[in-house]
C-alpha cells in the first residue's frame, strides 16, 4: 500500500472526526463528541496560520493526520470567534451528556495551545493514525510533512503537548521522530503533561 500526503481538504473532515475518535476513545476530544471534532477540525481548513497534512491511502481513504498552527495564540482566538455558534452547541451537547464536562469545556474556552511556559513556536496541535496502520511510518511521514511546511512558513521551532504518564507509545514515537522532551507541567485538571520541542532549522 502506497501512501499519499496532501493538505486538509474540506471533504476530509467527516473522515477524519471518525478517525480521531477510533485512534483515541478515551481522549477528551473524542468523548466531547462529533459535532465539537468537526468545529475543531473545520478551523484548521481556513486560517493562515493553520498547517496540516492528512496521509491518503491507494484508495484515497483518509489513514492519518497532523494539524497546528505557526501562531497559536492567534488561531485559537480566531477558531473560536468564526465558529462560536457551532462550537456553543457542540458544547451544550457534550455538557448535557456528561454535567462533569463542564468545568474543562469552560476552561477550554481560553486555550491558546499552552506549553506550561511561553514557547515562541509553531504549534504541533494533533496528529493521529488509524490504529490498524500504527507502527507502519505514517505517523513519522506526517510528522515530518508538517515540519517542512512549519520550516517554510518560516518557524524556526515546534512544539507539542502529550500526556506524560500511561502514554509510553506516544513518548516513545515523538523521542525516535527526533524530538526532545523540554519540560513537564501539570494542567488544571491535574494531567501531568510532557512539552516536546524540535529545532526545524
Known sequence: MSISIAPLHPADVDQLVDLHRRAFPKFFLSQLGPAFLTQFYRGFLTDPTSITAVARD???????????????????????????????????????????????????????????????????????????????????????????????????????????????ATNAFYLQSGWRCADTFTTAEGRMMNRYEKELG
Open 58 to 168: 491507494d484508495s484515497g481513504r483518509v489513514v492519518g493526520s497532523v494539524v497546528g498552527t505557526t501562531s497559536p495564540a492567534g488561531f485559537f482566538g480566531r477558531l473560536l470567534r468564526r465558529r462560536m455558534a457551532g462550537f456553543v452547541l457542540a458544547s451544550a451537547q457534550a455538557a448535557i451528556a456528561d454535567p462533569r464536562r463542564t468545568p474543562r469545556l469552560l476552561r477550554g474556552v481560553a486555550y491558546r495551545g499552552q506549553a506550561g511556559t511561553a514557547v515562541d513556536g509553531a504549534l504541533l496541535s494533533s496528529i493521529c493514525v488509524d490504529p490498524a496502520l500504527q507502527g507502519h511510518g505514517v505517523g513519522r511521514t506526517l510528522i515530518t510533512a508538517w515540519s517542512h511546511t512549519a520550516r517554510s512558513r518560516g518557524a524556526d521551532l515546534a512544539f507539542l503537548t502529550t500526556d506524560a504518564h500511561d502514554n509510553d
